[in-house]
């Protein structure tokens, strides 16, 4: 029986959260098509679920790009079951020194993307009869925060998105999930980006990826009577 399909978008080091998305559900018998920049990265991820018995395959895509997201999505062909928006770059800075084109280009990346993410999802799986795309937030999707202007905006804007596109969606079997990162992920992109501030942390002060994921896959297995559009996770120091 052929399997079916994960597309999951935002693929980095394997100690990330996007590289974690893709083991679980490979783990949860579906075949993962996973999609960042990097092909050293990809093929990393790819072969460490292969090791695990697990089926996968790497595709370099722009988040950014509608032509590249278009491929993506064709190269899943039928069977698309979930596609999961994770790229999101943080993009610190105070709003009177900011050039325009970060400010856009932040936008770029947490919004429209997520945007062409999601239209060639649904125009599959409506037809197809349904599936699930989930989007990652973070704190920033819920609040403003002085010299986070840019990614606040875009990740709220992106939060907002997918609420519409869950009640757009539904009726056609479409279960569309926001998931609140609040705080920073025990992964490598904080303890090897940012050494000095996961120490200050410390590792009861950061998100377990293997509990963010526990999320996704919560959102996942909802049959539709019970359906959840947003989930929050946060360490339990985290002060909100
Ligand atoms: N890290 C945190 O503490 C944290 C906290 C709250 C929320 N989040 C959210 O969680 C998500 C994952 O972040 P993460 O930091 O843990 O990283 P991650 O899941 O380990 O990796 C995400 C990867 O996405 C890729 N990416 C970035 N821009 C892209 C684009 N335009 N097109 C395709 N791929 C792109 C990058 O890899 P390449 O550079 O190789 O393409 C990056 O490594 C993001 O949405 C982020 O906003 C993160």
Known sequence: ?????????????????????????????????LAGRSQDKLDAVVAAIERDGGSAEAAVCDATSEDDTRALFDRAGDGLALAIYNAGNNTPGRIADMEADYFEQSWRVCCFGGFLFGREAVRRMVPGGGGTLLFTGAS???RGRS???AFNSSKAALRTLAQAMAKEYAADGVHVGHVVVDGAIGGEKIQKGFPAYAEKLGEDGMLSIEGIVDGYVF???QPPRAW??????????ENW
């Open 228 to 237: 959840t559009f947003e989930i929050d996770v946060r360490t339990s120091k």
């Open 219 to 221: 959102l996942y297995r």
């Open 1 to 33: 029986m052929t399997r079916p399909t994960a597309i999951v978008i935002g693929v980095g080091p394997d100690r990330g959260l996007g590289a974690q998305l893709c083991h679980r559900f490979s783990k949860e018998g579906l075949h993962v098509l």
């Open 140 to 142: 920033a999707s819920l």
């Open 147 to 149: 010299h986070f202007g």
